[in-house]
C-alpha cells in the first residue's frame, strides 16, 4: 500500500464525526478553535479519525509527540509502571523520582530538578526561582526585581506569562497583569543590556520562537544573551519546551550556537505524548533557594511520570532522534524552499521544525490548513498567514515529501 493510498481522499464528513463536535460545542469551554478533525485512535506519524480516515500528524502537538504517537518504549514503560505505582503524594517518596531527576539533570548537566506538569507550570516556576534567586544571592530588594522577556514571546497562558505577553487576545479582560517584566525586541542584544538593571534577576527567552512562526535569532544572538547575563549577573532562562528535546536536530536548541543557559525550562516531549511532564533544570546554586513549603504541585514527578520521563531521557540520550530530526530537517526545508514563489513566502527552522509563511493572496493560514487537512495532512496555522510543519521525528523521508506534495498542491489549487 503507498502512502497515498492509505489516506482516503473520498471521506466525507460522518454523522461520527459531527456527533462528536457538536459535543465538544455544547460541552467544552470554546478556548479552541480546532479543526474538524476527531482523533480516534494514532500511531507514530499517523492519527486516524473517527470515520477511519487516516491523516499525516504534521503538528505532533506543537513537540509533545516528538517521540511519535503511542512510541513502543514509551508505552511499554507507562504500562509497567501503571502495574506497580502511579501517584504519592510528594509528601513520601518514590523509587521513581530520583533516578528520574538524576538522568535529566545528567542529560542538562546541571545539578537539579524541579518537576512540574504543565509547560505554563514550568515556566510560573522558573519565574518564581528567579525572583527567589534575586531576593536571596543577588540581594535584590523585596518585590522590586523584574525580568526581561521577548516581545512576541510564548511562554503559556496563566495571569503571569499573559502579563508579559504581546498577544491581545491573550491578554483582553484578563487583567490586571503581574509587574515585573520588561520586553526587547527578539534579536537585539543591545536591547537587551539597556533593558538589564540593578534589579534585574532574569533573562526568559525562546531560543527559537515557535508560537511567533518558528522565528530563529540572528547568529550572534544567543551567545550575546549568554554573555551579556552572565557579565550583568543574571541568569539567563531557556524555554526549550517546544524547541528542546530532539525537535531542532539537538537535545536543546541552545546548543546550535554553543549556548549552556543557567536554567532549562522543559515539558511538551518529556512526558512522551503519554503524560504531562515538565521540569525546572539547573545547578544547586539556583534550586537550591526553594525550601520546603515553598512551591510544589501534587502530582508533581509522580511515579507515572517520572518513569516515563526516565525513559524519554534514555531515548534521548541514544541519538537517534536528533539525528533523524536533522537528516529528514534538511529534506523539509529543501523541499519547502523548492516551493518559494509558488505560494510561498518564506521559510524558517531547524531540523524538524518549520515555520512557512503563505502569500496572503492565497488566503489564511486557517484556509490553507483545511485544503491541508482535506488532503489527509494536519499542520497548524500561526500569526495569521504562517504554516507550521513539525511531525513526530519517527516519520519516514516517503512520508514527509507526500506531506510536501499536498502542500504544493493545496498551494496550486489555491493559486487557480
Ligand atoms: C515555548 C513554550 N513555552 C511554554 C508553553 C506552555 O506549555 P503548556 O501548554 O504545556 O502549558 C508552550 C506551549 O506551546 C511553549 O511553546
Given at each position: 500500500?503507498?502512502?497515498?493510498?492509505s489516506?482516503?481522499?473520498?471521506?466525507?464528513p460522518?454523522?461520527?464525526?459531527?456527533?462528536?463536535?457538536?459535543?465538544?460545542d455544547?460541552?467544552?469551554?470554546?478556548?479552541?478553535?480546532?479543526?474538524?478533525?476527531?482523533?480516534?485512535?494514532?500511531?507514530?506519524?499517523?492519527?486516524?479519525?473517527?470515520?477511519?480516515?487516516?491523516?499525516?500528524?504534521?503538528?505532533?502537538?506543537?513537540?509533545?509527540?516528538?517521540?511519535?504517537h503511542?512510541?513502543?518504549?514509551?508505552?511499554?514503560?507507562?504500562?509497567?509502571?501503571?502495574?506497580?505505582?502511579?501517584?504519592?503524594?510528594?509528601?513520601?517518596?518514590?523509587?521513581?523520582?530520583?533516578?528520574?531527576?538524576?538522568?535529566?539533570?545528567?542529560?542538562?548537566?546541571?545539578?537539579?530538578?524541579?518537576?512540574?506538569?504543565?509547560?505554563?507550570?514550568?515556566?510560573?516556576?522558573?519565574?518564581?526561582?528567579?525572583?527567589?534567586?534575586?531576593?536571596?544571592?543577588?540581594?535584590?530588594?523585596?518585590?522590586?526585581?523584574?525580568?526581561?522577556?521577548?516581545?512576541?514571546?510564548?511562554?503559556?497562558?496563566?495571569?503571569?506569562?499573559?502579563?508579559?505577553s504581546?498577544?491581545?487576545?491573550?491578554?483582553?479582560?484578563?487583567?490586571?497583569?503581574?509587574?515585573?517584566?520588561?520586553?526587547?525586541?527578539?534579536?537585539?542584544?543591545?536591547?537587551?543590556?539597556?533593558?538589564?538593571?540593578?534589579?534585574?534577576?532574569?533573562?526568559?527567552?525562546?531560543p527559537?520562537?515557535?508560537?511567533?512562526?518558528?522565528?530563529?535569532?540572528?547568529a550572534?544572538?544567543?551567545?550575546?544573551?549568554?554573555?551579556?547575563?552572565?557579565?550583568?549577573?543574571?541568569?539567563?532562562?531557556?524555554?526549550?519546551?517546544?524547541?528542546?528535546?530532539?525537535?531542532?536536530?539537538?537535545t536543546?536548541?541552545?546548543?546550535?550556537?554553543?549556548?549552556?543557559?543557567?536554567?532549562?525550562?522543559?515539558?511538551?516531549?518529556?512526558?512522551?505524548?503519554?503524560?504531562?511532564?515538565?521540569?525546572?533544570?539547573?545547578?544547586?546554586?539556583?534550586?537550591?533557594v526553594?525550601?520546603?513549603?515553598?512551591?510544589?504541585?501534587?502530582?508533581?514527578?509522580?511515579?507515572?511520570?517520572?518513569?516515563?520521563?526516565?525513559?524519554?531521557?534514555?531515548?534521548?540520550?541514544?541519538?537517534?532522534?536528533?539525528?533523524?530530526?536533522?537528516?529528514?530537517?534538511?529534506?523539509?526545508?529543501?523541499?519547502?524552499?523548492?516551493?518559494?514563489?509558488?505560494?510561498?513566502?518564506?521559510?524558517?527552522?531547524?531540523?524538524l521544525?518549520?515555520?512557512?509563511?503563505?502569500?496572503?493572496?492565497?488566503?489564511?493560514?486557517?484556509?490553507?490548513?483545511?485544503?491541508?487537512?482535506?488532503?489527509?495532512?494536519?499542520?497548524?496555522?500561526?500569526?495569521?498567514?504562517?504554516?507550521?510543519?513539525?511531525?513526530?521525528?519517527?516519520?519516514?523521508?516517503?512520508?514527509?515529501?507526500?506531506?510536501?506534495?499536498?502542500?504544493?498542491?493545496?498551494?496550486?489549487?489555491?493559486?487557480?
Open positions: 500500500m503507498t502512502i497515498l493510498d489516506v482516503d481522499n473520498q471521506a466525507t460522518s454523522s461520527a464525526a459531527a456527533e462528536a463536535i457538536a459535543l465538544d455544547r460541552y467544552v469551554a470554546h478556548n479552541y478553535a480546532p479543526l474538524p478533525v476527531v482523533a480516534a485512535s494514532a500511531e507514530g506519524a499517523w492519527i486516524t479519525d473517527v470515520t477511519g480516515r487516516r491523516y499525516l500528524d504534521c503538528l505532533a502537538a506543537y513537540s509533545a509527540i516528538n517521540f511519535g503511542r512510541n513502543p518504549e514509551i508505552i511499554a514503560a507507562a504500562h509497567a509502571q501503571l502495574d506497580r505505582l502511579t501517584l504519592v503524594s510528594r509528601a513520601f517518596h518514590s523509587d521513581r523520582l530520583g533516578p528520574f531527576a538524576q538522568a535529566l539533570a545528567t542529560l542538562c548537566g546541571k545539578d537539579m530538578v524541579l518537576p512540574m506538569n504543565s509547560g505554563a507550570e514550568a515556566v510560573e516556576t522558573g519565574i518564581k526561582v528567579a525572583r527567589k534567586w534575586g531576593a536571596d544571592v543577588k540581594g535584590v530588594k523585596a518585590n522590586s526585581s523584574n525580568i526581561v522577556v521577548a516581545h512576541n514571546n510564548f511562554h503559556g497562558r496563566t495571569t503571569t506569562i499573559i502579563s508579559f504581546d498577544d491581545a487576545a491573550a491578554r483582553r479582560g484578563f487583567g490586571p497583569f503581574t509587574p515585573g517584566f520588561r520586553s526587547i525586541d527578539f534579536g537585539d542584544h543591545q536591547a537587551l543590556d539597556d533593558a538589564i538593571d540593578a534589579n534585574t534577576v532574569a533573562v526568559l527567552i525562546e527559537i520562537q515557535g508560537e511567533a512562526g518558528v522565528i530563529v535569532p540572528p550572534a544572538f544567543l551567545p550575546r544573551v549568554r554573555e551579556i547575563c552572565t557579565r550583568r549577573n543574571v541568569l539567563m532562562i531557556a524555554d526549550e519546551i517546544q524547541s528542546g528535546l530532539a525537535r531542532t536536530g539537538r536543546f536548541a541552545c546548543e546550535h550556537w554553543g549556548v549552556v543557559p543557567d536554567v532549562y525550562l522543559l515539558g511538551k516531549a518529556l512526558g512522551g505524548g503519554v503524560v504531562a511532564l515538565s521540569a525546572v533544570v539547573a545547578d544547586r546554586d539556583v534550586l537550591g526553594l525550601h520546603p513549603g515553598e512551591h510544589g504541585s501534587t502530582f508533581g514527578g509522580n511515579p507515572l511520570a517520572a518513569a516515563i520521563g526516565s525513559t524519554v531521557v534514555g531515548m534521548l540520550r541514544r541519538g537517534e532522534f536528533q539525528l533523524r530530526s536533522t537528516e529528514l530537517g534538511t529534506q523539509l526545508h529543501e523541499r519547502l524552499r523548492g516551493l518559494i514563489g509558488q505560494g510561498v513566502v518564506a521559510v524558517r527552522g531547524m531540523g521544525w518549520a515555520g512557512v509563511d503563505i502569500d496572503p493572496a492565497l488566503g489564511t493560514g486557517k484556509q490553507l490548513g483545511m485544503a491541508l487537512a482535506e488532503r489527509g495532512v494536519l499542520v497548524k496555522d500561526t500569526q495569521g498567514c504562517t504554516l507550521r510543519f513539525a511531525p513526530p521525528l519517527v516519520v519516514t523521508a516517503d512520508e514527509l515529501d507526500w506531506a510536501v506534495d499536498q502542500f504544493a498542491d493545496a498551494l496550486m489549487q489555491a493559486r487557480r
